[in-house]
């Protein structure tokens, strides 16, 4: 019987999928039931982007203990290029959900390439150096895509940058117009999607930090000189982590805006970064669970102050601030601690 018992980690790891699938299901259910307001229904892929964005940071900010502050531009990546293979898809497979999954896909590998790229000097720097040159590349991301115009045509794929020089045949088809972004995105992003997508980066991040693997990052993380001692490859696992995080980030872009009927580069500038970097903070360093509460709180949090007018982001940052003192009370966490499960295992054995 004791073989059946399930570690702590697992234990959390299980609660967290449970709540997830419950969530799920409860607004499924209301969903079905006209409960649910319109606007609430237009938030929900954009709660499981960044619900995904979260996590996926969290890995590199909580697990790794790196601090990144342009993983808005691994999310533009995946939405663009996802997005743009949508586009260029619709004719040879016009069922929705297959063109999708290999939305995702794209921007998913996108993102991992840029992540590789970006990861190989970055990743040899440390503290405020590498947040300084993450946020510089999420600047030159945006500065890229703002600038880059890519069209389709019975000859295949053209780009260019800075002007519009394509030079399409007659028929053909500009998806990317730089500054203008991208125009008459057929919007197939589903909650269901979402969903899956979200319990996928759980499964992904959990099996990464509970393997030998995670193990190793957890060690750099904690002291690199001791971890470097006894052999482990920092690189490797910086890069893991790092290349990880992007990939997850390039779904999470590709979901967000196949969501909307246009999408520009100014929308992942450096203010998403640091609101994700906020949903991350708030719900705790490596706890996935708090970066799913933290994201889906914070992104209807705006829309429910609405009714405050001029003063909604006023009251928004007040929020945050009395959030932020009193997850870090003491007297609330020994509080809250009590509850948790095999604190009073401790006792009885005592």
Known sequence: MKSLKLNKTTRRNYLTYLLVILAYVILQVLGSAGAISSSLKGMLVPICAYIVMAISLNLTVGVLGELSLG??????MGAFTGVTAAIALQDAIPAAPPRMAIALLVGAAFAALAGFLIGIPVLRLNGDYLAIVTLAFGEIIKSIFNNLYVGVDSK???????????NLAEGGKLIVAGPMGIGGIQKISTFTAGFIL??????????????????????????????????????????????????LAGTAGALFAMNYSTIVANKFDFNTSILVLVFVVLGGLGNMLGSIVAAA????????????????????????????LATNNPTLKTFFGRFKPGKSHGKEAA
Not at 156 to 166: A, C, E, F, P, V
Not at 203 to 221: C, D, E, P, Q, T
């Open 71 to 76: 993983h808005a531009g691994f999310m533009s």
């Open 156 to 166: 295949g794929m053209h780009m260019s940058l800075l002007s519009d020089k394509t």
């Open 297 to 324: 709180a914070l992104t209807i949090l705006p829309e429910a102050l609405r009714q405050f007018s001029d003063y909604r982001m006023l009251v928004y940052a007040i929020v945050l601030i009395l959030v932020m």
């Open 198 to 247: 979200v319990m996928i980066t759980l499964i992904v991040v959990f099996h990464l930090v509970n393997s030998r693997a995670g193990r190793a990052i957890m060690a750099i993380r904690d002291n690199r000189i001791a971890a470097e001692s006894v052999g482990v490859n920092i690189t490797k696992y910086k890069m893991m982590a790092f290349v990880t995080s992007a990939a």
